[in-house]
Every structure is written in structure tokens, then in C-alpha cells.
């Protein structure tokens, strides 16, 4: 049978859900180049390149820092799984759906879990992230900035001397905010971050970012020579037992970014293209400009949703930017909002998670959608569907109050 399947050629919605988002153009372009072979000059000499523009958005000097291949997850299962060994103590500090995606993936590890949790909406205040690692003594401290299942982000700054003063390690998941707001690896004094491309890098999915310490790299290559199935007592605790993965064994993969290039996966060509011109378009606009925009972009969302009458969740001391949660009000169903914003006007909006399903919609301003006009767009579509649905508000109040909190956003 002959393939019948037409050429792809999708509608062009407009992302505006808590993630992906719509790649920048450019970034579509790098991806469309031609390939290379993977120890090709020109090909090593890009994935250089790439190491030096992650160093500034992840804030930090770190030799290491590149690219795991596979989606954000796979860098936060790389970190992971190549810091921790099976009954390590690690300390989650918990506040969404993320923080409990870090003790899944670490339970799987084996290790032992401790969680400091906040409510939803809130965030872990520093001193309980004190008491709990006194409490526990941890050999990791692990937690998320930006958890997009809340809208809530992460104080960091201090964490990472917690961690050292009481020798443990700390990693966190930059996903949601990385390219939206601040990354201060070095500043938030934190071992490893990762990220990824498809919210506020505006790249598509399928590239984590990461950026690995001295201290963490070190800690992760003396397990590299572990044989399999031998746990070595003269080698320091967890040290002696080899790293449970072979894909996400950042010993391996540091070993390939090196100047040995020593043979692991083939690297994601295309992705590596797609995520270099993430970056370069991240510098060319500049970090400071950068974050503002999406300062802008949020504070017009939220106007516009709270103009419309409805309630932002979450503690605004601490809410990103880049993903603002509204609630549906009473007696409109959210899920025909939804259909009617994507068939009506090709708009894309999010649902919520977990305790937040069916009374939330989540609208994402991130990456190359963190544009005054798209979240103006989204908000007078959203205000004619929901009074075609029956909804009773201010006639065109919305847009105008996203305007003037666009302007005003410091
Ligand atoms: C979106 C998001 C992820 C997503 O991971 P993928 O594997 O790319 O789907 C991970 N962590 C956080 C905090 C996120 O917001």
C-alpha cells in the first residue's frame, strides 16, 4: 500500500498553555540545516560553541555545562541518577507536581526519601530547607525553581551554602523559568541545574540543558570506574557503586563533551542547532531585557485575567512570570473554554494539575510568546468565548488593563 498521508502541514495555533511553546523562527531555520558527523571538526567546534553561551544563561563559569539529549527529563534523570547511589538519604523540598516528579525518579534510584513540603501556591521558606537537612542529613538537596503545576517559583539564593556547609550536594530543576527568569548557578551556589528548551528558551522539546560543578563532576566521575554488580567499600560510600544508567551516566557523557571524545550516544544534531540558536538569540537580546519582557508579559496576563474577574491563584510574592493559573468560574466548563479559544481562534490555553484539575486554566507568556500582542490576542479571545458562554463581565476591559500593566511592569 502507498503511503496516503499527506505532507505535515499543521494549523498555526498560538501556544499559550504552560508549555511548549512556539519555537522562534530562527531556531526552526538552525534546524533545518544540514548534518554533520558527530566528531566532524565543524561539528565538535558547534558543540564547543555550545558549551560556551549555556554558561551565561545558566549564570555560571562551569566547565561543565551542555546538552543531555531527550526532553527536560532527561536531564533531571541524568542528574539524578549520576549523583545518587541506591540508599543514599536525599532531601526533596516539595512544592507542585515536579517536586514529585524528583522523588519518583529517585525512589526508582532506591534512594532514601525526605521531603520539606509547602502548599500548593506556596513556596519552602529557606529556614525550613535548614531545619529539614539538620533533621536528615542528606547527601543531596534537591528541588525545582520554577514548578509550572503551581505557578510558583523557588527562592534560591542560599541554598546551595546550606548544602555545602553540611557537605551535601544540590541539584534543581530549572525547566519552566530557564531563558524567563534568573539562573544564578554560581550565585545560588547550586551543583547541578538542568532545563530545557520548549518554555521561555522558546526552542521545541528534546534538549536539557545542564551545568554541572567541580564538586559534583568529581563526585560523579569517581563512580565512573565501578565494575557492574561489585559495590567497592574502599571507594567512600556511593561513590563505590556504579552510576544504574548507561544513557544518563554524565560520567560517560562528560567523557564525550571533552577533548577526549570518547565515543557514548550520537549527538542530537539537530537539536544541538536548535538549542544553539536558543541561546544566541537569549544573549543577542540580553539576559537583563530578556527577563524583563517576561516581567511584562506576566504582569499584562495577570491584569487581564483579574479584569476579566478571575481569581489568580497562588501567593504573588512568588508566582513566575511565564505561567499565570486563573480560575474557571462558576458554571462554565473549562474544557469547552478550552475547545472553543483552540477552534475559534487557534489559541491554546492550559489545564491544571492534580488538586488544580477542572478549577484552574493555566496561560503561558514564554520564550517567543512572551510578546504584548499575543497575550492582548489572548485575552480578547478569551473574554469573547467566555461571554458566548455565558459569562457576564466588563465589556473590553481586559485588553486595555494587560496595555497599561505591560507598561508599567518594573
Ligand atoms: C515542563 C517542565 C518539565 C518538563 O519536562 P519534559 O521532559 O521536557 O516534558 C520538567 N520540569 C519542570 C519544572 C517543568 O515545568
Known sequence: MTATYGEIDPPQRLLMGPGPVNA????????????????????????????????????????WTFLVDGTAR??????????????????????????????????????????????????????????AIARTGPKLVATVHGDTSTTMAQPLDGLGRLCADAGALSYVDATATIGGMEIAADRWGVDIVTGGLQKCLGGPSGSAPITI???????????????????????DDGEGVRI????????????????????????????????????????????????LRHRRAGAAMTAGLRALGLPVFGDDRYRMPNVTAASIPDGIDGET?????????????????????????????????????????????????????????LVGEAVPAALAAWEAAP
Open 74 to 131: 532527561a536531564g533531571i534523570e541524568a542528574a539524578l541518577v549520576s549523583m545518587v547511589a541506591p540508599g543514599d538519604t536525599v532531601l526533596v523540598a516539595n512544592f507542585g507536581r515536579f517536586g514529585l516528579l524528583l522523588t519518583e525518579i529517585l525512589g526508582r534510584i532506591g534512594a532514601r526519601i525526605e521531603t520539606v513540603d509547602a502548599p500548593w501556591g506556596e513556596v519552602v521558606p529557606l529556614g525550613a530547607i535548614a531545619d
Open 213 to 235: 560543578s567541580d564538586r559534583a563532576a568529581a563526585h560523579i566521575q569517581r563512580r565512573k570506574h565501578v565494575e557492574q554488580g561489585i559495590r567497592r567499600d574502599d571507594i
Open 24 to 63: 522562534h523562527p530562527r531556531v526552526l531555520r538552525a534546524m533545518s540545516a544540514d548534518l554533520l558527523g558527530q566528531f566532524d571538526p565543524e561539528m565538535t567546534a558547534y558543540m564547543n560553541e555550545v558549551m560556551a553561551l549555556y554558561r551565561p544563561v545558566f549564570g555560571t563559569q562551569n566547565r
Open 244 to 291: 544504574g544508567s548507561n544513557y544518563f551516566d554524565l560520567a560517560m557523557i562528560m567523557d564525550y563533551w571533552s577533548e577526549k571524545r570518547l565515543n557514548h550516544h550520537t549527538e542530537a544534531t539537530t537539536m544541538l542547532y536548535g538549542a544553539r540558536e536558543c541561546a544566541r538569540l537569549m544573549l543577542e537580546e540580553g539576559l537583563e531585557a530578556r527577563y
Open 337 to 393: 473554554v478550552r475547545r472553543r479559544m483552540r477552534e475559534d481562534f487557534e489559541i491554546e490555553i492550559g489545564t491544571a494539575f492534580g488538586r488544580l484539575a477542572g478549577k484552574m486554566w493555566r496561560f503561558g507568556a514564554m520564550g517567543y510568546n512572551a510578546r504584548k500582542h499575543k497575550v492582548l490576542l489572548t485575552l480578547g479571545a478569551l473574554e469573547a468565548v467566555l461571554r458566548a458562554e455565558g459569562y457576564s463581565c
